[in-house]
């Protein structure tokens, strides 16, 4: 009789362990996939927000918050969903495929104007290169013309070849650079955002009052230019401009 108390301790310690692996960022990963798999995908939604809220991210997460939500036919949660996916890991075939397919769903069909052949073949390696890789390849190709050129010093036999080879990889260096501006400009600086509400109204002012200047749906990609008084005033497609409500869009 004198062993229950230490066995009382150690179910505690156990029954406490378990709560404590449940409520672990895996564990709440692993009940979202379990949710989403019997076809629950309330719970798979609230599971994986919790994760987000926890600061545990990733493409994996944001990819079945974005299935989720389009089982629950919220295609603006979606799109959403799939354009943090799409950032964090930009060459996942399975992330471009459900965006394109979400995108076909709403309602709105902005076009983003033709570039040509020589800016689309740019755009399409931009896209498909992320923040944290451009800056990594930057660092890569600076300290490779550098440790060239250092050598060139000591080389005297080879130093036309390694100038030579400097000089390719500072043009390749001046290349990711810009890459790697238009990146941070583009992810840093420019607010995007999906639009969220089944159905919004663009005015033309942060009131009620102003007039309607156009009309957006659910899953509508803008930019954000301004806020105030709980209002953004966005920008679709460079020639469009309105005021919507704050809580008729998500932020990227």
């Not at 895996?26 to 996939?33: I, R, V």
């Not at 008084?229 to 869009?249: M, R």
Request: proline fraction near 2%; hydrophobic fraction near 45%.
């Amino acid at each position: 009789m004198r062993n229950i108390p230490l066995l009382c301790l150690l179910m505690f310690f156990a029954f406490s362990g378990s709560l404590k692996a449940a409520d672990s960022p895996e564990g709440l990963y692993e009940k979202g996939n379990a949710c989403y798999e019997d076809g629950d995908y309330d719970k798979a939604v609230s599971f994986y927000e919790q994760l987000i809220k926890m600061d545990r991210v990733s493409p994996e997460v944001f990819y079945n918050l974005g299935n989720s939500y389009y089982k629950l036919k919220k295609t603006g949660k979606a799109i959403l969903n799939y354009e943090r996916a799409l950032r964090e890991a930009p060459r996942d075939r399975n992330i471009r495929f459900n965006l394109e397919i979400a995108r076909s769903a709403a309602v709105d069909k902005i076009s983003a104007g033709e570039r040509g052949l020589i800016l689309d073949a740019a755009a399409f390696l931009y896209d498909r290169v992320s923040l944290d890789e451009l800056t990594a390849a930057c660092s890569f190709f600076y300290l490779a013309v550098i440790l060239l050129l250092i050598l060139s010093i000591f080389f005297v036999a080879r130093r036309k070849g390694m100038l030579y080879a400097a000089g390719s990889l500072g043009v390749v260096l001046f290349a990711a650079l810009i890459f790697l501006a238009a990146k941070i400009r583009d992810e840093d600086f420019i607010k995007k955002g999906i639009i969220t509400a089944e159905k919004v109204d663009a005015r033309s002012g942060p009131k009620e009052d102003y007039l309607v200047q156009f009309t957006l749906h659910e899953g509508a990609k803008i930019v954000v230019l301004e806020k105030a008084q709980g209002w953004y005033e966005i920008d679709l497609s460079g020639d469009l401009k309105g005021w919507i409500p704050d809580t008729s869009v998500d932020i990227i």
